[in-house]
């Protein structure tokens, strides 16, 4: 534990100065005041995890690795994350803005020019990209399938590039002129599921060139809001179709008292479009009747996760107020099972409450809490603090908190992933600075997408 509160307190001594920051919190409330301790250790918390992307991207592609090991390929959504990510740096004074330029100049550069076309091995196809890439050629790797949804988060990242990087130079007026292309070629058509598929009318999860269009798609309350949101703003044709296709599938839920939400169990399904859309009194048709935001549905099931630890209905070990957050990530596996105890690997792990869980086995993903930061900072910041105390440099390595631990069978998990890493920095720039909302609330893609779709502020 010694070396991980080195590192905080000397941040620490550096923030002392420091005047207080404006946080971003509830729509028209005020904001949480953080202590300068708070604001030291997330000062240590963001510079770690940024040097994750500084690390592992391609130096000429841009592209972000998927995860940390060596072995691993790119991830097109660890890309689209990253590039705020790198605005961050510059933000916060760990690199320059020419640097974080020209990397993001290097990842649509390549994106523009690579193959899109119907060869297996192309980098994508009408105009999206796979899902993982190959970190040496940009070429698809694992048949793996085109991605709408992590297109979707490269595209976030894109909206975000081309309005922060707004300087009258060469690589600025590159980075725009290159999003605008990007933009302008894709077909999100392409992905609108047919009347006899599994879920019609949704979007798709995805397209192989060996298969055709995968018969599922995204369909009831997940990380999938931000991508209707975007066709619709991309002008896909029959968006509002789709987007009640997809509200008609929401699950209204009731596992505690005062905290009837839109479940989805998986933490992440409530941070990745809330990473760049700032839904802060925004809501549709369906929340309007309900009488919550989207940002206060996110709040619930934040709370939902903290009472579900302190009820710890399983008796998984360490589950606590102060040690909460199921989400996807790796696990111990079975090799670890025991009695009637069974663990997964990696699994899209989540409970929104006794009676709704996706494989909980009393792993923890620190990121699953961080990422909610601005939902409720009240409960968060005590838990981070609690879970270092608790373990130190177990979970802390060179980018940061590690994955994912699990104190029942004493296991922890060494890597770092890309999806993780890209909305815990982000959504504690948005929680101190509201940075990434800025620059992606004005763009006219988003600002169609959500007029189309029906969205307005509660009053």
Known sequence: MKKILIVFAGLFVAACGAKEEKTYTSFGKIGYRLSREEAAMLDSIQEKTFKFFWHEHHPELGIVKDRAISSAPSSIASTGFGIPCFAIGVERNWITREEAARITFNTLDFLMNSNQSLDPNATGY?????????????????????????????????????????????TEKSIRELSKYLLDRMNWNFFDMPEDSRHPHTISMGWRPEEGLIDWGWYGYNEGLFLYILAAGMGMENAERSYEAWIETYKWQTPYEGLSHVAFPPLFGHQFSHAFIDFRGLVDPYMKEKGIDYFENSRRATLVQQQYAIENPQGWVGYDALCWGVTASDGPGEAFNFDDRKFYEYAGRGTAGPEYNYFDDGTIAPYAALSSLPFAPEIVLPTIKSIIERNGDRIWGKYGFYDSFNQTVNWVNDDYIGVAQGPMLIMIENFRTGLVWDYVMVDPVIQKGLARLGFEYLE
Not at 132 to 154: A, K, N, Y
Request: no cysteine; aromatic share 18%.
């Open 126 to 170: 009408q105009g999206f990209f796979y899902h993982f890439l190959s970190m040496e050629t940009g070429e698809r790797v694992w048949q793996s399938e085109l991605s709408s949804i992590d297109t979707g988060l490269l595209i976030m990242g894109i909206l975000f590039a081309r309005n922060y990087y707004d300087q009258d130079n060469e």
